[in-house]
Nanobody, 123 residues
Framework: QVHLVESGGGLVQAGDSLRLSCAAS????????MGWFRQAPGKERELVAA????????YYPHSIEGRFTISRDNAKNTVYLQMSSLKPEDTAVYYC????????????????WGQGTQVTVSS
């Protein structure tokens, strides 16, 4: 288990950009693959981006359409999600999570979750 704290959410307008951060408490952060998920009201939690421990490997679902970029700074124990061209349908609570796999796309493969940060995109 690793303690994760997200930050950077807020209220933005459609077309704006926003960067989320997720800070980990563990020195072993570099051994984890990390992922960003989101959950909108009444919808299931979905993956929006994942990154391997080194930062070289990344994964995005097709639905993101190249608008989001995940990155990590292992020296700072932090993973980021840069979001651009935001749409109202991107409104959700965004969570970061840690996995012991090399790269994980399923929520069941993640063992530690942050408390989430709200992103609201107005039209």
């Amino acid at each position: 288990q690793v303690h994760l704290v997200e930050s950077g959410g807020g209220l933005v307008q459609a077309g704006d950009s926003l960067r989320l951060s997720c800070a980990a408490s563990e020195r072993t952060f570099t051994s984890y693959a990390m992922g960003w998920f989101r959950q909108a009201p009444g919808k299931e939690r979905e993956l929006v981006a994942a990154i391997g421990w080194s930062g070289v490997s990344t994964y995005y679902p097709h639905s993101i359409e190249g608008r989001f970029t995940i990155s990590r700074d292992n020296a700072k124990n932090t993973v980021y999600l840069q979001m651009s061209s935001l749409k109202p349908e991107d409104t959700a609570v965004y969570y970061c999570a840690a996995s012991d796999l090399a790269l994980a796309s399923l929520s069941r493969d993640y063992h530690s979750w942050g408390q989430g940060t709200q992103v609201t995109v107005s039209s």
